[in-house]
């Protein structure tokens, strides 16, 4: 129920030595303010998701449901606030570790960065040389803040 | 995936006479604008629902996925926006046509309405006579509105 997550810049293309798995991943927001929950739909290749998560950076709660397909296609086209985010997440194994690269595309062209989420705030996860600074707490790089203000924009 | 509903303000207690289910509804909104689409949670008896509509009076989309009661109960406890509606729905048959008819509990004591879903914006209901004022088009009517204003603050 709850996310523990951190995220972190890119420094080099190194990560793509230790590709295991890709996918792409379309979303989009219900809500526009990312100071309270924020509600998701997410489809990858034919399934569906709507996530519910709290505000917060290091730790979200988050409620996690499968939905038919038509149905998140019929939000994003039509309920979804803001912009439609595709990315391309990369799964990248380090050890005993699984890191998450996310490669935006369309608005957010040029964004990228690396998650890693993790099951206590204090665990300890050994950082890979392609890890950059630390973003977790930049709220810019929330998903809800990005569908909101593409990287297009930024300053 | 659409919900075509009119709601109306009732003028006595006649409705009573037609009973013929009574739930109790416990639910909560994750979010808080009444000019985008809200997400409410709800759980009756030990079953719950998310449910995404779209803003609008008359017409809205709607989309509801059951979810798992303790989930339910954790959002409805922790995430919620506003105060956490309890209400009696009563279903009330009059020819073909099913009324329901919301009976307001907690910070919302006095609040009832009545409301028709239809089939067709323009689908003729003949009215019984405890049907009052339409209230259709009147946002504080909004489930979501509720949640952000109980009923004790009304003017």
Same mark, same amino acid.
């Given at each position: 129920?709850?996310? =523990?997550? !951190? ?5 080099? %293309?190194?990560? !793509?030595d230790s590709i295991f798995s890709k996918q ?26 709507i996530t519910v998560k709290s505000a917060g ?6 409620? %996690? ?5 038509? %149905?998140? &296609? ?6 979804? !606030?803001?912009? =439609? ?5 990369? !799964? =990248? ?18 964004? &990228? ?15 890979? %040389? ?26």
């Amino acid at each position: 129920m709850f996310e =523990i997550e !951190r995220k972190f810049l890119i420094t080099s %293309d190194k990560w !793509r030595d230790s590709i295991f798995s890709k996918q792409r991943i379309t979303q989009g927001y219900m809500t526009v303010d990312n100071e309270i929950n924020s509600i998701r739909v997410r489809v990858i290749d034919k399934e569906a998701w709507i996530t519910v998560k709290s505000a917060g950076e290091l730790k979200r709660q988050e409620y %996690d449901y499968r939905i038919p397909y038509p %149905d998140a &296609c019929k939000m994003l086209a039509s309920l979804a !606030r803001g912009n =439609i985010i595709e990315k391309i997440r990369y !799964r =990248i194994l380090i050890g005993e570790f699984i890191f998450e690269v996310d490669i935006f595309e369309g608005v957010n062209e040029g964004l &990228c960065f690396a998650e890693i989420e993790m099951t206590r705030e204090d665990e300890i996860i050994p950082l890979p %040389d392609w890890i950059g600074e630390e973003v977790t707490h930049d709220h810019r790089y929330y998903g809800s803040y990005i569908g909101q203000n593409p990287y297009i924009n930024w300053e």
